[in-house]
């Protein structure tokens, strides 16, 4: 992992092997960001122009790489930019800052030590670029070189080693504490992208299990893992008829966190399905090459506990993961069946593909039984809500309008993009079976609204709900950008440790 030290020297004295700073987008060209000053004397007061012929614009995503000239310790410089020029009295954006901080990181992948001298103004810009400096500096190897005796080319591939913060101030209370939440976050974000990213012939529940159960004793936290017979015990219908067809068997585990002085306890609900092939309703051929990242929602909730044990919030948050593999095979639960779920409701499978809602609606009612304050489920649920929002947003729904706001307010300010979405009534017919109580599928258009209020019947009444649909986010499959990698993303883990923050704080109801 990469470490993170709040540097004591300027970015003229910092010895390593590269130094970061920032420029933004004037109207005229490239403009030199504060952080930078001592660059720019190495550079005799022309850095902007020097970029400037080099092709930098200073445009989010820019990136130029320097050789360092006297009156520098480092001897490389790299350049970044941060966007347009913030407005008089105003400063960068903290989504900028990271994003800067994140493309850096990238391009200094095999590097030992950079040290970062970006605008900073405020202990959250520094929060900021800690964050995306570890963000960016993430590599997901473990499938490579596996056998390659080349040491060099190993370490060519590993992340930059060290991220030194220029302009935060190493002894102030504030910067540290900054500094150690960007460390936890960015860890256990990280830890997702690898659970994410890890082959489903190697992560399937009983092995995502394992790996929570070690969390949770490195951590403290208390863990209960219901395998296939105690879910049969204990009539987990959903999660079962989603498990049955598969040779790795379903699991609930229930991970929690919880603190003496809490007033207030969340339940984090995640969608962990570790392949999801479609089941009996296959999904064709270029639909199912990337369905590893279908526990996607089950790894954010697990980070997430596990961040928040990290930071010892004075909140309790119970994580909830509904883990199972979605194939066809004999045993295979098929479309016309009838589950009996756990909450005692009958389901018609009309359709093998829709198994989220079915693994979810078991855990649902399961964390509604603990009376927690308030219950946020995480699922990369339809590709009806990529094709509202695209691939880069998730959808918020729920049974309350103002803990959908406070979400949404909650991602933006976290730098993760997010919309509130409908759940019109009128769709919930389109769900009337012949057979059962409710089928698990209806109309195809507002795909994901439907998912929404199938699982909204699974949610004990009069607890404040809110479902994320992270299907667009969760896997990034088109070039990196910022702190962004392909594969798995760690989408929403920031929004859920900033809602247990803020329920600790008793900002919210
Ligand atoms: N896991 C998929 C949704 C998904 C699609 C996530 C693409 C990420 C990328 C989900 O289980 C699914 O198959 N949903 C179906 C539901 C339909 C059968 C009602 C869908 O969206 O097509
Ligand atoms: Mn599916
Ligand atoms: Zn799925």
């Known amino acids: 992992m990469t470490a993170l030290t709040l540097s004591t020297s300027g970015a003229a004295t910092l010895r390593a092997d590269a130094l970061v700073v920032g420029i933004a987008k004037g109207p005229k060209g490239p403009v030199v960001a504060a952080g930078a000053e001592a660059v720019d004397k190495a550079f005799d007061g022309k850095l902007a122009s020097v970029l400037e012929t080099l092709g930098a614009s200073g445009g989010e995503g820019d990136l130029t790489k320097l050789p360092a000239l006297s009156g520098l310790k480092t001897p490389l410089v790299v350049a970044v930019g941060l966007g347009p020029v913030p407005e008089k009295d105003e400063t960068y954006p903290a989504e900028a800052l990271r994003r800067a901080a994140g493309t850096a990181a990238r391009a200094l992948v095999g590097v030992k030590k950079a040290g970062f001298a970006l605008p900073i103004a405020s202990v959250e810009d520094a929060e900021a670029v800690a964050e995306g400096a570890l963000l960016g500096a993430y590599n997901f190897t473990a499938y490579q070189d596996q056998a390659d005796k080349d040491a060099k080319k190993v370490e060519a591939k590993l992340p930059l080693a060290e991220v030194a913060l220029l302009g935060a101030k190493p002894r102030d209370k504030a910067f ?166 756990y909450s005692g409701k009958t389901v018609e499978v009309l359709n093998t593909d829709a198994e989220g809602r079915l693994v979810l609606a078991d855990a649902l009612t399961r964390a509604s039984e603990e009376n927690p304050d308030a219950i946020v489920d995480v699922a990369t649920l339809t590709g009806a809500m990529m094709m509202a929002l695209g691939s880069r947003t998730f959808g918020i729904m729920g049974n309350d309008e103002s803990f959908r706001t406070a979400i949404h307010e909650i991602a933006e300010e976290v730098g993760e993009q997010s919309w509130p979405m409908p759940m019109p009534a009128e769709l919930r017919k389109g769900m009337n079976s012949d057979t059962a109580d409710i089928a698990n599928m209806g109309e195809r258009m507002g795909g994901g609204l439907v998912a929404g209020l199938f699982l909204q019947e699974f949610v004990g009444e009069d607890i404040a709900w809110a479902h994320l649909d992270i299907a667009g986010p969760a896997f990034h499959e088109a070039a990196p950008y910022g702190y962004t990698h392909k594969g798995g993303t760690g989408s929403s883990i920031r929004t859920l440790v900033k809602l247990a923050e803020r329920t600790a704080d008793g900002d919210l109801g």
């Open 176 to 341: 540290k504490a900054a500094a150690e939440r960007a460390v936890a976050l960015a860890e256990e974000i990280n830890r997702a992208r690898d659970l994410v990213n890890t082959p489903p012939n190697d992560l399937y529940p009983e092995s995502f299990a394992a790996v929570a159960q070690a969390a949770a004793k490195e951590h403290g936290l208390k863990i209960q893992i219901l395998d296939e017979k105690a879910l049969v015990k204990g009539n987990y219908g959903g999660i079962l008829g989603v498990g049955v067809g598969s040779a790795h068997g379903p699991r609930l585990v229930k991970i929690s966190y919880t603190h003496s002085k809490a007033e207030k306890s969340l339940a984090y609900v995640g969608k962990g399905i570790t392949y999801d092939s479609g089941g009996i309703s296959l999904k064709p051929a270029g639909h199912n090459e990337t369905m590893k990242c279908d526990m996607a929602g089950a790894a954010a909730v697990f980070a997430a506990v596990v961040a928040v044990a990290r930071l010892g919030l004075k909140v309790n948050v119970t994580g909830w993961l509904a883990l199972a593999e979605n194939m066809p095979s004999g045993t295979a639960t098929r479309p016309g069946d009838v589950l009996r779920m």
